[in-house]
Protein backbone atom coordinates (compact mmCIF):
# COMPACT_ATOMS: atom_id res chain seq x y z
CA UNK A 1 0.00 0.00 0.00
CA UNK A 2 1.35 3.73 -0.66
CA UNK A 3 0.33 7.15 -0.23
CA UNK A 4 -1.19 9.09 -3.12
CA UNK A 5 2.37 10.90 -3.59
CA UNK A 6 4.39 7.61 -3.92
CA UNK A 7 1.88 6.64 -7.64
CA UNK A 8 4.31 6.77 -10.18
CA UNK A 9 3.61 7.55 -13.96
CA UNK A 10 4.75 5.30 -16.81
CA UNK A 11 7.84 5.56 -18.34
CA UNK A 12 5.99 6.55 -21.68
CA UNK A 13 2.48 7.86 -22.87
CA UNK A 14 0.13 4.28 -23.97
CA UNK A 15 0.09 3.87 -27.73
CA UNK A 16 -3.12 4.54 -29.53
CA UNK A 17 -3.15 1.50 -31.14
CA UNK A 18 -2.76 -0.29 -27.58
CA UNK A 19 -5.57 1.53 -26.36
CA UNK A 20 -8.04 0.61 -29.53
CA UNK A 21 -7.00 -2.84 -29.34
CA UNK A 22 -8.21 -2.85 -25.13
CA UNK A 23 -11.50 -1.33 -26.20
CA UNK A 24 -11.80 -3.63 -29.18
CA UNK A 25 -11.05 -6.35 -26.96
CA UNK A 26 -13.71 -5.84 -24.22
CA UNK A 27 -16.51 -4.70 -26.77
CA UNK A 28 -16.05 -7.73 -28.38
CA UNK A 29 -15.79 -10.28 -25.39
CA UNK A 30 -18.62 -8.35 -24.22
CA UNK A 31 -20.85 -9.08 -27.30
CA UNK A 32 -19.73 -13.02 -26.69
CA UNK A 33 -21.03 -12.91 -22.89
CA UNK A 34 -23.73 -11.29 -24.31
CA UNK A 35 -24.86 -14.07 -26.45
CA UNK A 36 -24.19 -16.64 -23.81
CA UNK A 37 -26.18 -14.31 -21.45
CA UNK A 38 -29.24 -14.00 -23.56
CA UNK A 39 -28.73 -18.18 -24.32
CA UNK A 40 -28.26 -19.62 -20.92
CA UNK A 41 -24.69 -21.47 -19.79
CA UNK A 42 -23.97 -23.86 -17.62
CA UNK A 43 -23.00 -22.97 -14.13
CA UNK A 44 -20.80 -24.00 -11.18
CA UNK A 45 -19.33 -23.40 -7.57
CA UNK A 46 -15.35 -22.82 -7.62
CA UNK A 47 -13.46 -24.28 -4.45
CA UNK A 48 -13.99 -20.33 -2.55
CA UNK A 49 -17.97 -21.20 -3.25
CA UNK A 50 -17.88 -17.92 -5.28
CA UNK A 51 -19.74 -18.92 -8.89
CA UNK A 52 -18.32 -19.42 -12.39
CA UNK A 53 -19.89 -20.11 -15.64
CA UNK A 54 -19.13 -21.13 -18.99
CA UNK A 55 -19.13 -17.51 -19.94
CA UNK A 56 -16.20 -16.18 -17.61
CA UNK A 57 -14.43 -18.97 -19.09
CA UNK A 58 -14.97 -18.34 -22.77
CA UNK A 59 -14.27 -14.65 -22.31
CA UNK A 60 -11.40 -15.05 -20.52
CA UNK A 61 -9.82 -17.30 -23.27
CA UNK A 62 -10.80 -14.24 -25.79
CA UNK A 63 -9.45 -11.36 -23.85
CA UNK A 64 -5.80 -13.79 -23.64
CA UNK A 65 -6.17 -14.05 -27.27
CA UNK A 66 -6.72 -10.18 -27.74
CA UNK A 67 -4.52 -8.92 -25.28
CA UNK A 68 -1.52 -10.86 -25.22
CA UNK A 69 0.07 -9.47 -28.63
CA UNK A 70 -0.96 -5.47 -27.57
CA UNK A 71 1.98 -5.90 -24.61
CA UNK A 72 3.63 -9.20 -25.27
CA UNK A 73 6.02 -8.09 -22.38
CA UNK A 74 2.93 -8.25 -19.83
CA UNK A 75 2.71 -10.88 -17.72
CA UNK A 76 -1.07 -12.53 -17.08
CA UNK A 77 -3.47 -11.83 -13.74
CA UNK A 78 -6.82 -12.76 -14.54
CA UNK A 79 -9.51 -14.46 -11.79
CA UNK A 80 -10.48 -17.36 -13.90
CA UNK A 81 -6.77 -18.62 -15.10
CA UNK A 82 -4.53 -20.11 -12.44
CA UNK A 83 -2.03 -17.26 -11.64
CA UNK A 84 1.75 -17.84 -12.88
CA UNK A 85 4.46 -16.28 -10.08
CA UNK A 86 6.40 -14.90 -13.02
CA UNK A 87 4.04 -12.33 -13.47
CA UNK A 88 6.02 -10.70 -10.25
CA UNK A 89 8.94 -9.96 -12.01
CA UNK A 90 7.34 -8.32 -15.00
CA UNK A 91 6.82 -4.54 -15.47
CA UNK A 92 3.94 -5.12 -16.81
CA UNK A 93 0.63 -6.92 -16.09
CA UNK A 94 -2.54 -7.19 -17.60
CA UNK A 95 -5.46 -7.57 -15.07
CA UNK A 96 -8.67 -9.27 -16.28
CA UNK A 97 -12.15 -9.81 -14.80
CA UNK A 98 -13.74 -11.51 -17.56
CA UNK A 99 -16.99 -11.25 -15.95
CA UNK A 100 -17.64 -9.38 -13.02
CA UNK A 101 -20.49 -9.88 -11.24
CA UNK A 102 -21.17 -13.33 -12.49
CA UNK A 103 -23.99 -13.84 -9.81
CA UNK A 104 -25.64 -10.87 -11.60
CA UNK A 105 -24.85 -13.10 -14.85
CA UNK A 106 -26.35 -15.68 -13.77
CA UNK A 107 -29.30 -14.29 -12.48
CA UNK A 108 -29.96 -12.53 -15.53
CA UNK A 109 -29.62 -9.28 -14.13
CA UNK A 110 -27.64 -6.23 -16.35
CA UNK A 111 -24.88 -4.75 -13.54
CA UNK A 112 -22.10 -7.53 -15.19
CA UNK A 113 -19.05 -6.09 -17.28
CA UNK A 114 -16.07 -7.10 -19.28
CA UNK A 115 -12.82 -5.77 -16.95
CA UNK A 116 -8.98 -5.63 -18.18
CA UNK A 117 -6.15 -2.93 -17.36
CA UNK A 118 -2.48 -2.77 -18.04
CA UNK A 119 -0.50 -2.45 -15.22
CA UNK A 120 2.85 -0.93 -14.96
CA UNK A 121 5.38 -1.16 -11.85
CA UNK A 122 2.16 -1.65 -9.66
CA UNK A 123 -0.12 1.50 -10.89
CA UNK A 124 -2.96 0.91 -13.89
CA UNK A 125 -2.11 3.13 -17.04
CA UNK A 126 -4.97 1.69 -19.35
CA UNK A 127 -8.31 0.72 -18.73
CA UNK A 128 -11.71 -0.79 -20.01
CA UNK A 129 -14.79 -1.47 -19.09
CA UNK A 130 -17.51 -2.51 -20.77
CA UNK A 131 -21.42 -2.99 -19.29
CA UNK A 132 -22.56 -5.22 -22.62
CA UNK A 133 -26.29 -5.00 -21.31
CA UNK A 134 -26.30 -1.43 -21.38
CA UNK A 135 -24.20 -0.86 -23.71
CA UNK A 136 -21.53 1.36 -21.94
CA UNK A 137 -17.83 1.52 -22.55
CA UNK A 138 -15.30 3.18 -19.85
CA UNK A 139 -11.84 4.16 -20.82
CA UNK A 140 -9.21 6.03 -19.67
CA UNK A 141 -5.06 5.93 -20.15
CA UNK A 142 -2.91 7.47 -17.24
CA UNK A 143 -2.96 11.32 -18.10
CA UNK A 144 -5.35 11.15 -21.14
CA UNK A 145 -8.48 11.40 -18.78
CA UNK A 146 -11.32 9.53 -18.55
CA UNK A 147 -14.48 8.24 -21.22
CA UNK A 148 -18.04 7.26 -21.19
CA UNK A 149 -18.90 6.03 -24.48
CA UNK A 150 -16.42 8.30 -25.74
CA UNK A 151 -17.74 11.64 -23.96
CA UNK A 152 -15.14 12.93 -20.90
CA UNK A 153 -16.60 12.44 -17.57
CA UNK A 154 -15.44 14.00 -14.49
CA UNK A 155 -16.56 13.30 -10.89
CA UNK A 156 -19.27 15.58 -9.01
CA UNK A 157 -17.89 18.25 -7.20
CA UNK A 158 -19.34 18.49 -3.50
CA UNK A 159 -17.26 18.44 -0.41
CA UNK A 160 -20.07 17.36 2.27
CA UNK A 161 -21.76 13.86 2.68
CA UNK A 162 -24.99 15.47 3.55
CA UNK A 163 -27.32 14.53 0.43
CA UNK A 164 -24.26 12.32 -1.11
CA UNK A 165 -25.68 9.65 -3.02
CA UNK A 166 -23.42 6.33 -1.91
CA UNK A 167 -23.11 2.92 -3.62
CA UNK A 168 -21.49 0.32 -1.56
CA UNK A 169 -22.05 -2.40 1.39
CA UNK A 170 -25.37 -1.69 2.86
CA UNK A 171 -23.30 -2.41 6.37
CA UNK A 172 -21.18 0.52 5.99
CA UNK A 173 -23.41 2.78 4.75
CA UNK A 174 -26.14 2.09 6.77
CA UNK A 175 -23.41 3.07 9.89
CA UNK A 176 -22.99 6.15 7.75
CA UNK A 177 -26.24 7.38 7.31
CA UNK A 178 -27.06 6.96 11.34
CA UNK A 179 -24.60 10.43 11.35
CA UNK A 180 -25.31 11.64 8.06
CA UNK A 181 -27.55 12.34 5.62
CA UNK A 182 -26.80 10.01 2.78
CA UNK A 183 -29.01 8.55 -0.39
CA UNK A 184 -27.96 4.86 -0.39
CA UNK A 185 -27.96 4.05 -4.38
CA UNK A 186 -29.26 0.33 -5.80
CA UNK A 187 -26.63 -2.39 -5.24
CA UNK A 188 -24.58 -2.63 -8.36
CA UNK A 189 -22.99 -6.01 -8.30
CA UNK A 190 -20.24 -5.47 -10.67
CA UNK A 191 -17.41 -3.62 -8.41
CA UNK A 192 -15.54 -1.86 -11.51
CA UNK A 193 -19.27 -0.51 -12.74
CA UNK A 194 -20.11 0.56 -8.73
CA UNK A 195 -16.76 2.31 -8.33
CA UNK A 196 -17.08 4.04 -12.64
CA UNK A 197 -20.33 5.15 -11.46
CA UNK A 198 -18.40 7.67 -8.95
CA UNK A 199 -16.14 8.93 -11.94
CA UNK A 200 -19.24 9.51 -14.45
CA UNK A 201 -20.85 11.72 -11.69
CA UNK A 202 -23.89 9.43 -11.84
CA UNK A 203 -22.84 8.30 -7.87
CA UNK A 204 -21.26 10.46 -4.93
CA UNK A 205 -19.28 7.69 -3.71
CA UNK A 206 -18.82 4.08 -3.71
CA UNK A 207 -17.75 1.56 -1.10
CA UNK A 208 -16.65 -1.76 -1.22
CA UNK A 209 -15.91 -4.06 1.91
CA UNK A 210 -12.60 -5.69 2.62
CA UNK A 211 -11.30 -8.89 -0.30
CA UNK A 212 -11.50 -7.11 -3.32
CA UNK A 213 -8.99 -8.21 -6.03
CA UNK A 214 -6.60 -6.90 -8.20
CA UNK A 215 -9.00 -7.72 -11.21
CA UNK A 216 -12.10 -6.42 -9.85
CA UNK A 217 -10.35 -2.45 -9.23
CA UNK A 218 -7.34 -2.00 -11.16
CA UNK A 219 -9.24 -0.56 -14.01
CA UNK A 220 -12.19 1.01 -11.99
CA UNK A 221 -9.22 2.47 -9.88
CA UNK A 222 -7.64 4.15 -13.30
CA UNK A 223 -10.89 5.77 -14.51
CA UNK A 224 -11.67 7.29 -11.44
CA UNK A 225 -8.43 9.07 -10.65
CA UNK A 226 -8.67 10.51 -14.54
CA UNK A 227 -11.99 11.53 -13.81
CA UNK A 228 -10.83 13.61 -10.69
CA UNK A 229 -11.33 11.32 -8.11
CA UNK A 230 -9.78 9.24 -5.72
CA UNK A 231 -9.49 5.22 -4.55
CA UNK A 232 -8.15 4.42 -0.78
CA UNK A 233 -8.30 2.35 1.60
CA UNK A 234 -10.18 3.06 4.45
CA UNK A 235 -6.91 4.20 6.17
CA UNK A 236 -5.92 6.43 3.15
CA UNK A 237 -3.62 4.28 1.29
CA UNK A 238 -3.73 3.85 -2.32
CA UNK A 239 -4.21 0.16 -3.78
CA UNK A 240 -1.11 -0.96 -5.33
CA UNK A 241 -0.81 -3.66 -7.92
CA UNK A 242 0.90 -6.73 -9.01
CA UNK A 243 1.76 -8.11 -5.43
CA UNK A 244 1.98 -11.50 -4.66
CA UNK A 245 -1.40 -11.13 -2.75
CA UNK A 246 -3.57 -9.50 -5.00
CA UNK A 247 -5.83 -8.98 -2.56
CA UNK A 248 -7.11 -5.49 -1.14
CA UNK A 249 -8.58 -3.81 2.41
CA UNK A 250 -12.38 -2.10 2.41
CA UNK A 251 -11.92 0.65 0.00
CA UNK A 252 -13.88 4.25 -0.30
CA UNK A 253 -14.10 6.07 -3.98
CA UNK A 254 -14.89 9.17 -4.40
CA UNK A 255 -14.02 12.72 -5.90
CA UNK A 256 -11.09 14.56 -4.24
CA UNK A 257 -13.06 17.45 -2.98
CA UNK A 258 -15.44 14.38 -1.09
CA UNK A 259 -12.81 12.01 -0.26
CA UNK A 260 -11.53 13.22 3.14
CA UNK A 261 -14.46 13.77 4.46
CA UNK A 262 -15.20 10.21 3.23
CA UNK A 263 -12.69 8.81 5.24
CA UNK A 264 -13.30 11.11 8.62
CA UNK A 265 -16.70 10.24 8.04
CA UNK A 266 -16.05 5.96 7.95
CA UNK A 267 -13.76 6.59 10.95
CA UNK A 268 -16.36 8.05 13.09
CA UNK A 269 -18.54 5.72 12.14
CA UNK A 270 -16.51 2.35 13.41
CA UNK A 271 -15.99 4.38 16.37
CA UNK A 272 -11.90 4.89 15.82
CA UNK A 273 -9.41 5.00 13.66
CA UNK A 274 -7.81 1.96 14.87
CA UNK A 275 -10.63 -0.19 14.75
CA UNK A 276 -11.17 1.27 11.19
CA UNK A 277 -7.46 0.34 10.32
CA UNK A 278 -8.68 -3.69 11.60
CA UNK A 279 -11.68 -3.46 9.81
CA UNK A 280 -10.12 -2.46 6.77
CA UNK A 281 -7.58 -4.85 6.77
CA UNK A 282 -8.72 -8.32 8.02
CA UNK A 283 -7.90 -11.27 5.58
CA UNK A 284 -8.53 -14.14 7.68
CA UNK A 285 -9.70 -16.91 5.33
CA UNK A 286 -13.62 -17.38 5.94
CA UNK A 287 -14.53 -13.73 6.16
CA UNK A 288 -17.50 -12.72 4.03
CA UNK A 289 -16.86 -11.79 0.32
CA UNK A 290 -16.33 -8.16 -0.63
CA UNK A 291 -20.08 -6.66 -1.24
Known amino acids: MRSVNEVLPPAAPVPAELMRGLADAVVESGALALKMFREGVRTWTKENDSPVSEADLAVDARLAERLRPLAPEAGWLSEETADAPDRLGRSRLWVVDPIDGTRSFIAGLPDWTIVAALVERGSPIAAAIFAPVTEELFLATIGGGATKNNARITVQTRNSLDGARIAGSRSIVERLARQHKVEKLPRIHSLALRLVRVASGEADAALAAAHAHDWDI ?33 LAAAGLALHPALLRALAESLNKPDKMRGYAHETAKGAPPRE
Open 218 to 250: AAADLVLREAGGLLTEFDGGVPQYNRPEALHGA
